[in-house]
């Protein structure tokens, strides 16, 4: 079966089952690299990140959700720590650069082959980042540094067209352009790598405050800007010039995925990079910031340190009239969402929370988990001793709260009324309206609600009918209710067996079989699967002779549920059992796997041992537990697909 028919056969066998959104999940490191041109690190824009997008469109996923795609620094690989705006310049594909025509020829492919050659280890299944980061940013500074000398000498044609794009992007691009520039160089030249370390012998630590200076210190301000603009002039074009080829491969990546057929979804962190929590300061609580509150998976909580919007910033007055206008955070977060709905076709919220009902803890606090553990919900805090500063933007009221429950637990909070949901929701409705402008549904925003959803925000997203995450390999067996299973999915949610924070599903299958719980599971989703009671037991029987058995019956679990929005984490197609992310932690090895070079000859080889994920397979007992006379002709086809292991390529 040629692809074209593997994917109709796959696209018929998801509409049987009612689901819209097939998503194929993998952050920007992680896309394979063609042979001679992979330097430590994977690009969706590279000529291997093309490959696979073609590979996954035939096997029949209709979308692909990427991570954020900010610029990482060199001592945080973390995408939820990347830029706002600036786009990750790790992730241009050096080779397009090669282009005469486009590039006038930048860079040489014998540039590119040197960089590649030079990756102290050869394995392609993992990102080397240090060394990336380091041959990128060379590669790049040469780039710019050929185009500079070539237009400094009249050069026209693709050098000439080049200026006048770059001088395009710097006016269209300027308010964050120059902030995200001159950060670097600050940091290099109080040799500190985070801005709070700066020295404050330079003009009174102006620097520091450079874009929120205090009472009687905005024309020092002001001379300082224009002394670093004159001073940095290269290395604020030379950041522009990046930009503007990070940004056009990203246009010409979307014309690409248009043209497959799938949609890109993109990432609204809830975090900020130090840069940008240095040039936006003046918009943040000082005294407060965000981080995750104890629950069934980090039960200790987790101490983000990230900002968080001061709600006296939503809105203004307007000089003229007295209207409510929005104010320098709505400016912001609109600003934000209008540039990732031009880029993207839908986007996941990252955290929702943030939005609605962030959880805060005092800043600056020598243990930050306890700060943390003795939190509270930014807006649901009426009268709290340890948080009486919180009192000034509580939305519940004292009457409204459970006293019996814990503080970030999810009746907390048990009654609103209509303008109370729309005030929590404010922020979050910024980004519904952000995406009616730009002709999308508001089922195009995927909102990350794993186990906790308090009560402020079910109610917020209640209001857009938007769903939850599902994520079921979390789930509590011992408990019908848990949000977890995939009986309590609705149309609305997304469901997936894991995402980018959990153990892959090949490595937790094995886990169960040798702590036990393979049995467990093996009853549990019989229960789901099995279309009468007489096969339970015997369908049950049949999942625990192998790991492979009981991992395509989890599978065959979320397609067989309510949910209409199914997300694959790529680790868990092809058969890895390699973690790609520990929350909470920084570590060398997280987030660097990746796709293998040779993925479609390793894929083939895995289904072959069952290895990998058989979407035919895993369809068809799906469909099977639907039921329906109807469908048995394509519960057929899928099997003999699925037994004969195929592949778009056989």
Known sequence: MNGSDHRRLIEEALSALGIRNFVFGIHDPSFPSAEGEDIGRGSPYSEGGRRLLRFIRDLGFGGVQLGPQGETSEGNASPYDGTIFSRNTLSISLADLTDADRWGGLLRKEQIAALADGRPQRDSSSVQYHYAY???????????????????????????????????????????????A???????????????????????????????????????????????????????????????????????????????????????QIGYSARDIWAYQSLFLRNYRMGA??????????????????????????????????????????????????????IRIDHPHGLVCPWVYHAGQPDALAAVRAGARLFSSPNLPDHPDLMHFAIAREDQLNPRAARH?????????????????VLFDAAVEAARRSGRDVSDLVCEV??????????????????????TQKADLKNPADVYRSENAAPEDWIMVGNHDTKPIWLLVDQWFQSGHARDQAAYLAERLAPSQSSREAFAAKLVESPGELLHAKMADIFASRAENVMIFFSDLFGEKRIFNIPGTVSETNWSMRVHVDFEADYRAKLARGAALNLPKALATALRARGGAEASGLIERLSDLGRACGTPSQ
Not at 193 to 212: H, M, P, S, T
Not at 316 to 336: D, F, H, I, K, N
Not at 411 to 425: A, E, F, N, P
């Open 182 to 268: 001159l950060y670097e160089p600050l940091c290099s030249e109080h040799n500190r790598a985070y801005w709070l370390e700066w020295r404050k012998d330079v003009e009174n630590g102006i620097d520091q405050w450079l874009f929120a200076p205090g009472l009687g210190e905005e024309g020092l301000a002001a001379r300082r800007l224009s002394e670093l603009r004159a001073r940095y002039a290269v290395d604020i074009e030379r950041h522009a010039f990046t930009q503007l080829v990070a940004h056009d491969q990203h246009v010409r990546l979307r014309g690409f995925t248009r043209s497959l057929g799938l949609k890109l979804y993109g990432d609204l």
């Open 293 to 346: 509150p104890p629950s069934r998976t980090n039960p200790e909580g987790q101490a983000w340190n990230y900002p968080v919007f001061d709600p006296g910033q939503y809105f203004a007055r307007s000089t003229e009239g007295g209207a409510v206008v929005p104010g320098p955070a709505m400016r912001m977060l609109t600003a934000r969402l209008e540039k990732l709905f031009e880029e993207f076709d839908g």
């Open 134 to 180: 380091r041959a990128q940013r060379a590669a790049l500074t040469e780039a710019f540094e050929a185009f500079a000398a070539r237009r400094a000498r009249g050069e026209a044609g693709a050098i000439g067209r080049l200026h006048e794009e770059l001088c395009e992007f710097r006016r269209e691009n300027e308010s964050w352009l120059m902030r995200d």
């Open 409 to 425: 637990a999810d009746d907390w909070v048990t009654s609103l009324d209509k303008d109370q949901v729309r005030r929590y929701g």
């Open 450 to 471: 794993l186990s906790t959803m308090p009560y402020p925000l079910k109610r917020v997203m209640e209001e857009h009918n938007l769903g939850r995450f599902r994520v």
